[in-house]
């Protein structure tokens, strides 16, 4: 059951960050549509080093629990900034260069969180599994269908709103 | 008359986050990005309440292996002790816990009298109660007693601070296990490449969309609307391809084939594409059934991938002898058997999550990533129409590539046949069983 919550959980937020990132940086920072497009470009390449780099080390302390849990509050503390950042209209209007620095790093950081934790609840679901015989697929669907609620009607929304080169 | 009904755009589009981020009294964007940080605490807050057992670890044959001790039980029982003397006689030159194969009424006495002299007399008190008067009857007490007495001699120098010595000198194998894994398994390897491929192929989703997006506006159409129908066709396909995934690969059809079909579904994905999609006087809403391929395709590799990572991880135990050899694993002559179960269980789960993240790395990291920069030179040299005709003959490729593979049964293929003896051919026997297990669990 847990799982089932896990990927409800995290792809109902995950949509909203993979549509929202590059509109919501142009509108609170002055950053370029290039480095933006290199921001985005570099999530996976970040992603590739820290995911088998911890997942290895919950592997050796057996500590798969533990280790879901530090990654979702790394990716709590990493998008926290998105959450705060458009209060303060004052900063980002003034210092646009360093909301997105700071923006920029945040959302490494939260993204290396989610990744992650990705990584590791995919593992537990297929343990989980082979455990009691549900199938695999039966499980990861509900973040499908949890995707697919939440980010059909928000990239419908954002699209409408924004320039598609930018979400792209 | 598809487009006749699809032509009218509701007012408010997005019924969910479109309707939360419209909130007057937040800045714009944010409304997401609470429920990004919302669902995170409160699936820490759950994680924190759940019971631990359901993220411990298990092993896929151990059923199996508790079915086996439990018939080799019952055999003891009707053998007698006199399968217990041979079995006894037999491991006599390893340690003295980590050998006997007694009753877990026994092994407690052995482990409360640990290693002392005090062992031996307890023993055959033991031995002269419940156990013994059932050996009487085959009339093997007698040499019982002198094989555990032969074995006390030889154990009896294993004290706990040669124990303790010999653990602080032990490393980590994780990363041994991984490279001997690949060096072992050439299908590791393939795998791989082939998510990494898959990774590569799917990371132009977003210049789909760029692409149709410049369709809608040539023509007129509501690209939003557009989007939105894309994205559901996207979902739908995918869970439906999610829930009949698992049950085509355990019980009709082989791993290798159903990842040939995924590129075949991205073969005529892009085929589609580079075709009369842009160049014909047709709908483009045509581009929500394109998007069907990417939700199967998407979901069959993702349900491979989990499969193929478990099988990589489950390996590890086949190695577990050659690591004692190499002394990353203390040997059975100096640890308890105790210490000796727990560093093969270790073994065992050593690279469960490590596997899952290292071909999710390669698939989502760089693939992912190689793709989406190979796409976006090219999209500026190239039309978008061009973009999926490269594409196209790339997936193309890499679908004959792979069947190539696996017609001609290379050491990379699931359906080679190595010679017997070989750990190749364990390693292919160990696929077997834990696909047989797999679909027994999916039967019950």
């Given amino acids: ?168 | 008359m598809i487009n006749n009904f699809l032509h009218p755009v509701p007012k408010q589009y997005g019924f969910i986050i479109g309707q939360i981020n419209e909130v007057e009294f937040l800045p714009k964007y944010v409304p997401a990005f609470f429920i990004l940080l919302f669902s995170s605490a409160l699936e820490i807050v759950l994680l924190a309440l759940w019971n631990d057992g359901d993220f411990e670890m298990v092993d896929p044959l151990s059923k199996e292996a508790q079915l086996a001790a439990k018939e080799t039980r019952n055999s003891d029982e009707e053998l007698g002790t006199e399968y217990q003397i041979q079995e006894l006689m037999a491991t006599a030159s390893s340690s003295l816990a980590g050998t006997l194969k007694l009753s877990t009424a026994a092994a407690s006495v052995f482990k409360q009298a640990h290693l002392s002299d005090e062992i031996g007399k307890r023993l055959e008190v033991f031995m002269d109660d419940g156990e013994a008067s059932r050996q009487e009857k085959t009339g093997a007490k007698q040499s019982n007693k002198s094989a555990i007495s032969s074995i006390l001699e030889k154990g009896l120098h294993n004290n706990e601070k040669e124990l303790a010595g010999e653990k602080g000198k032990r490393r980590n194998p994780q990363w041994i296990l991984l490279k001997m894994i690949l060096a072992q398994d050439g299908r590791a390897l393939k795998y791989i490449i082939v998510f990494t491929m898959y990774g590569f192929l799917h990371a132009p989703v977003n210049f789909v969309f760029l692409g149709v997006e410049s369709v809608c506006h040539e023509r007129g159409y509501n690209f939003s609307q557009l989007a939105g129908c894309m994205m559901i066709s996207l979902a739908s396909v995918e869970t439906l391809a999610f829930l009949i995934a698992p049950w085509f690969l355990n019980r009709c059809v082989s791993r290798s084939n159903i990842i040939g079909f995924g590129f075949v579904i991205m073969t005529i994905r892009y085929g589609f594409y580079s075709g009369w999609y842009y160049t014909g006087e047709i709908s483009p809403y045509w581009a929500v059934l394109g998007e069907w391929g990417l939700g199967l395709s998407y979901a069959l590799f993702c349900t491979i991938q989990a499969e193929v990572s478990l099988m990589l991880a489950n390996e590890s135990r086949l190695f577990i002898p050659e690591l004692r050899r190499l002394g990353y694993l203390g040997d059975e002559k100096s640890c308890t058997k105790e210490q000796l179960e727990e560093e093969e269980r270790s073994v065992k789960m050593a690279l469960r999550a490590t596997v899952q993240a290292l071909l999710d790395g390669f698939m989502s990291g760089l693939g992912f990533g190689a793709g989406a920069l190979i796409c976006g030179l090219l999209i500026e040299v190239y039309s978008y129409s061009s973009l999926w005709r490269i594409i196209c003959i790339i997936t193309a490729a890499a679908c004959l590539l792979h069947q190539l593979v696996e017609v001609t049964r290379s050491r990379w293929s699931d359906s080679r046949k190595p010679p017997k003896g070989t750990i190749a051919f364990e390693i292919m026997e160990l696929s077997k069983k834990l696909k047989e297990v797999r679909t027994s669990q999916l039967v019950g």
């Fill in chain 1, 1 to 168: 059951m847990i799982f089932y919550l896990h990927y409800i959980l995290m792809t109902s937020g995950l949509s909203g960050v993979g549509v929202l990132l590059a509109v919501f940086f142009k509108h609170y920072t002055d950053a370029s549509q290039g480095e933006i497009g290199l921001l985005l470009m570099s999530f996976p390449f970040v992603s590739m080093i820290i995911k088998p780099l911890f997942c290895s080390m919950a592997d050796r302390c057996q500590r798969h629990k533990k280790y879901l849990i530090y990654s979702l509050a790394v990716e709590l503390i990493g998008y926290a900034p998105f959450a705060v950042i458009p209060f303060f209209s004052q900063f980002y209007q003034d210092h646009p260069r360093a909301s997105w620095y700071i923006l920029a790093l945040a959302c490494h950081v939260g993204n290396a969180g989610l990744g992650l934790a990705w990584s590791l609840g995919d593992s537990l679901a297929m343990n989980m599994s082979q455990k009691n015989g549900t199938p695999f697929g039966q499980i990861r669907m509900t973040g499908t269908v949890s995707f697919g609620v939440v980010s059909t009607n928000e990239a419908a929304w954002v699209l409408k709103e924004a320039p598609l080169e930018m979400v792209a």
